[in-house]
């Protein structure tokens, strides 16, 4: 009888190891399955991306033959549009969230949250992965990105018509992902000024305000040879290096920061007052484009203070792309290789060295001597 019962209880054991076993099993092989939910695996078939917030931002990547574009009016940048798409294909379930933050969490999401819509190109015929037939657009993928974690190391989302959050990461990343999902049609803007090959370059022109001597223009005469003279029409016997150095960086000119939140009155009132430089590049084409450069005042924006009271910031400047009406920020250490002088392109000529005298040393900390 003993014996009977210790089998019963043994034969017990075994069968509840064998059902939480079991049970272990199909949850791990589950969550496997899960954890690619919100991975896309060939991000090449991705033709459109949306995004919306709860604040009422919205915005459309779409891949065009020219590159992607933002809301059909402005061209992404292309290291923006990368990001996205390598976050895209290595996004992993972490873990589902846990019975005893569930609702917090779902509750936080109903009120913080990026909508995530993601478009295919998909067959409607696959045979075995190996035969596909038929490629249409699809919305392949519709999900939510909440709040990072406490650890900052997950992100909380739900899958749209789900009732199960999930801490999502990045496959071989640290830190959280929601910032990458960004709503706000600015933060995918290209910051592009200038993007012109020297070959479609027809001629150039640098103007200094109330400084006419210093200013030049340079035009093609025939392939990669060119005239430069200075405004008043006397010819340089310039630099060829320098010239064509100028001319190539041309190629890839990007700008620091847009400046849309900045009132309109002074908006108006910058792209008013005198310029300082202006610079007219035309192409082969015809297309003419025109940026102009003004002061900008150390701090004036941080404070909200008159610009007047400040002096004049040495490594920043507004300027206003005429041809995209934009007022934006530019930084001396990308642009400043575009505003050299006439002077600078003669043969022979040697920029001179900035002298340090004992009067600014006196003002510097000595913690922060430039030696």
């Known amino acids: 009888m003993k014996n009977n019962r210790l089998a019963i209880i043994i034969t017990s054991i075994l069968i509840v190891i064998a059902v939480v076993l079991l049970w272990n099993n199909r949850y791990l092989t589950t969550l496997r399955g899960e954890a690619y939910d919100f991975t896309v695996r060939d991000t090449a078939s991705i ?131 929601s910032s990458r999902f960004s709503a706000n049609e600015e933060d995918w803007r290209d910051h592009k000024i200038f993007s012109q090959k020297i070959a479609d370059i027809a001629s150039f022109k640098l103007e200094f305000n109330g400084q006419p001597e210093k200013g030049f223009v340079i035009n093609e005469k025939d392939r990669y040879s060119y005239e430069m003279k200075r405004l008043d029409g006397t010819v340089i016997d310039y630099d060829t290096i320098r010239v064509l150095n100028l001319l190539t960086s041309f190629n890839d000119i990007r700008f620091e920061a847009f400046l849309t939140d900045i009132a309109k009155e002074r908006r108006d009132s910058i792209i008013n007052s005198p310029y300082q430089e202006r610079l007219t590049l035309v192409t082969k084409d015809g297309t003419e484009n025109v940026v102009s450069t003004y002061t900008m ?75």
């Open 297 to 371: 005042k150390i701090n004036a924006d941080a404070f909200g203070l008159i610009e007047d009271d400040w002096d004049s910031d040495p490594d920043h400047k507004y300027a206003y792309i005429k041809n995209d009406d934009e007022l934006v920020m530019i930084q001396d250490f990308a642009f400043g290789k575009l505003l050299k002088p006439a002077d600078y392109y003669m043969k022979g000529y040697v920029e001179p060295q900035r002298m340090i005298y004992i009067e600014e040393l006196e003002e510097i900390p000595s913690g922060n001597l430039p030696f």
């Open 47 to 177: 033709t459109r991306l949306f995004f919306a917030d709860k604040s009422g931002n919205e915005v459309v990547l779409k891949r065009t033959d020219q590159g992607w574009t933002v809301n059909d009016k402005y061209d992404a940048q292309p290291v923006m549009i990368e990001n996205i798409l390598v976050t895209l294909n290595k996004l992993r379930i972490k873990m589902p969230v846990s019975l005893a933050s569930h609702d917090n969490v779902i509750t936080r999401m109903a009120g913080t949250n990026t909508k995530v819509e993601i478009y295919q190109i998909v067959p409607r015929i696959n045979l075995f992965n190996k035969i596909k037939l038929f490629p249409r657009e699809k919305r392949s993928k519709v999900f939510y990105i909440g709040d990072v974690t406490q650890d900052n190391n997950g992100t909380y989302v739900l899958k749209e018509g789900a009732d199960k959050a999930y801490i999502v990461h990045l496959h071989g990343f640290r830190g959280f992902i």
